[in-house]
Nanobody, 124 residues
Framework: QVQLVESGGGLVQAGGSLRLSCAAS????????VGWFRQAPGKEREFVAA????????ASADSVKGRFTISRDSAKNMLYLQMTSLKPEDTAVYYC?????????????????WGQGTQVTVSS
């Protein structure tokens, strides 16, 4: 069992940066692939970025490539999302997720554990 708690969201102007953090509980966190997803009002939850168990493999959505970077520190049970050059369309609730599998996936249905989300609002 893994519990996830996100932090770091907030209000930022377009072009600004934010760093989201996700604190995980559970001794097996280092074995899990983890990812970030987001959901804007009236829209489905969508993939943002994911990282495999070792941190050696990552994937990101085309909409955030070159702007967002996912990383993890398994020794600290932490997951991060560094977001730069933020745009108003990045406004959403951002969720941290983990799956009981070492391989990353962009499929939202294949993640087993979810945080409560943190709001990111980008003003124009």
């Amino acid at each position: 069992q893994v519990q996830l708690v996100e932090s770091g969201g907030g209000l930022v102007q377009a072009g600004g940066s934010l760093r989201l953090s996700c604190a995980a509980s559970g001794r097996t966190f280092s074995r899990y692939a983890v990812g970030w997803f987001r959901q804007a009002p009236g829209k489905e939850r969508e993939f943002v970025a994911a990282i495999n168990w070792s941190g050696g493999s990552t994937a990101s959505a085309d909409s955030v490539k070159g702007r967002f970077t996912i990383s993890r520190d398994s020794a600290k049970n932490m997951l991060y999302l560094q977001m730069t050059s933020l745009k108003p369309e990045d406004t959403a609730v951002y969720y941290c997720a983990a799956r009981d599998n070492p391989l990353l996936t962009i499929n939202v249905r294949l993640y087993d554990y979810w945080g409560q989300g943190t709001q990111v609002t980008v003003s124009s």
